[in-house]
């Protein structure tokens, strides 16, 4: 079973820019596929962004596309997520998640089978 730490959130003005790092242990990292999820108050989580275990394949949800960028570092087993152009619809809590099936990269937030315990994003307009 695989632990996942996240960090990086604080508080940005908006047209600012945060990277958010996903620390993972107690797995063989390369076993899983990645993604990154968001819940804002009162909303649904929702899928941003997902990367597969060799980081050759990513997908972003089209409201964030072109401003964030989801990577990976096996060797440090760690993911990450490079936001630009920050606005303050993207405030949220920022999870990431594991998905056992390394290969493929999906957005359904039940398909993943670890999460870690969140990172508060706010954007200040």
């Known amino acids: 079973q695989v632990q996942l730490v996240e960090s990086g959130g604080r508080l940005v003005q908006a047209g600012g820019s945060l990277r958010l790092s996903c620390a993972a242990s107690?797995?063989?990292?390369?076993?899983?596929?990645m993604g990154w999820f968001r819940q804002a108050p009162g909303k649904e989580r929702e899928f941003v962004a997902g990367?597969?275990?060799?980081?050759?394949?990513?997908y972003y949800a089209d409201s964030v596309k072109g401003r964030f960028t989801i990577s990976r570092d096996n060797a440090k087993n760690t993911v990450y997520l490079q936001m630009n152009s920050l606005k303050p619809e993207d405030t949220a809590v920022y999870y990431c998640?594991?998905?056992?099936?390394?290969?493929?990269?999906?957005?359904?937030?039940?398909?993943?089978?670890?999460w870690g315990q969140g990172t508060q994003v706010t954007v200040s307009s």
């Open positions: 990367i597969n275990w060799s980081g050759g394949s990513t």
């Open positions: 107690g797995g063989t990292f390369t076993r899983y596929a």
């Open positions: 998640a594991a998905d056992r099936e390394p290969s493929r990269v999906v957005q359904p937030a039940g398909d993943y089978d670890y």
